[in-house]
């Protein structure tokens, strides 16, 4: 069993960067593909970012493509999501999640844990 909690979140102004964490407890962490998700009301949850098990290769939505950047520290069990130039669009519940599969996966039925999420707020 791994749980995932989410930090970082905050209120924040338009073209301001923010970095928020997930720290997994749990055994071999370094064995999980990783991503980023989030998640505004009314909404389905959209896939932001994801890593591999080495965090030698990363994927990114074309919305956030360029302006973000998922790391990760596998002596520490977290993986980070910096965000760059943010816009209010950005705004969401933001979630972190592990997965078995092979690949960096951009759909959320493909990860098997999640985090409670933690709030981005971007004013303009």
């Known amino acids: 069993q791994v749980q995932l909690v989410e930090s970082g979140g905050a209120l924040v102004q338009a073209g301001d960067s923010l970095v928020i964490s997930c720290a997994a407890s749990?055994?071999?962490?370094?064995?999980?593909?990783m991503g980023w998700f989030r998640q505004t009301p009314g909404k389905e949850r959209e896939f932001v970012a994801g890593?591999?098990?080495?965090?030698?290769?990363?994927r990114y939505s074309d919305s956030v493509k360029g302006r973000c950047i998922i790391s990760r520290d596998n002596a520490k069990n977290t993986v980070f999501l910096q965000l760059n130039s943010l816009k209010p669009d950005d705004s969401a519940v933001y979630y972190c999640a592990a997965g078995f599969m092979a690949n960096i996966n951009v759909v959320p039925s493909g990860y098997k844990y999640w985090g409670q999420g933690t709030q981005v707020t971007v004013s303009s």
């Open positions: 749990g055994p071999a962490f370094s064995t999980y593909i």
């Open positions: 890593i591999n098990r080495s965090g030698s290769t990363t």
